[in-house]
């Protein structure tokens, strides 16, 4: 009725506009004061066009990393810590805890003789071994000792515990899905009595019951692969077989994505990954999906151009790849790039989209 006696009033008279904008904004500040906002004031910036990220392109320089992560060994032990980890933050989400809007990544060392204590919570988690050898994850049972470029799966709820029984520190890439469980609100963790889970099944024995092209019998059907470690041995010959036979995508190279052996879907419902190999002198097509994307240089160098930003990566460096952002990669050498996102989520609830 305001608005109307106002609109009536002011009609064709100088001034008018300024009447109706007043007795809008009165009538904001009124139903401010119960939980309410006029919906066309807002419009345009809740229901985008297009993605808007808040995230930026950026890399982690692995001999930076390195050296910084080992300086924590000497301030604090894994115990104390529970994980020693730094975190890497997107540096457009400082004090956040995320490098993407929905992923949490840092870089987790062990040091000989360390262990760092079982628990379990609901976010899911993957490691990426970036350097050293012989440090062990257990998982739901099994002891997976890692190597370089294994790929190393604890699924939400999954008791998992560490330990490096060998003689020199383990860094690995930590990726969780810690900002999408903490959105929804749902996180839950529990540490355990033991530092260590007693384990049955031998290093490698879920890669082989169910990643070989056959299944145990009564093996179930879930949403989360049973395979605890793809290990870099099986899958890196894959790509470079693959890139041997010409079967080199334009934007990817010759790639590979983890697949749970039973459903052929991702390895787990909030996360998947991929491994791919860029033959010397790829320069790839852009490329742009809704996914944002965590890339670590695994073997050669080469950069990633995202919009205007040039990223240079070299082995064990992290960058990271904004969504709906247009990036496209060069290797100067042979190269494999190891790559993380959210895409099974957001194609569950049906929102991902490529492009070029
Ligand atoms: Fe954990």
Redesign the pocket.
Known sequence: MAIAAAKKAGNGKPGAKDDIEEVRQAYYDRIAKRGMRPLWKVMDSIVTKEPVSRCLPAVWHFDEVKSLVMESGSLITAEEAK?RVLILENPALRGESRVTNTLFAGIQMILPGEVAPA???AAA?IRFVLDGEGAYTAVEGEKAFMAPGDFVI?ANWAP?DHGNTSKKPMLWLDVLDVPAVNFFEASFAEDFDAPTQETKRQDGDSLSFYGSGVLPDGTAVTNRTPVINYTYARTRPIVERMMQAGNIDKRHGARVHYANPVTGGSVLPTMGAGLSMLPKGFKGERYRSTDGTIFVCAEGGGSTKVDGTVLEWRPHDVFVVPPWKRYAHSAAKESVLFSISDRPAQEALGLWREGS
């Open positions: 994980r628990h379990r919570h988690a604890t998992h």
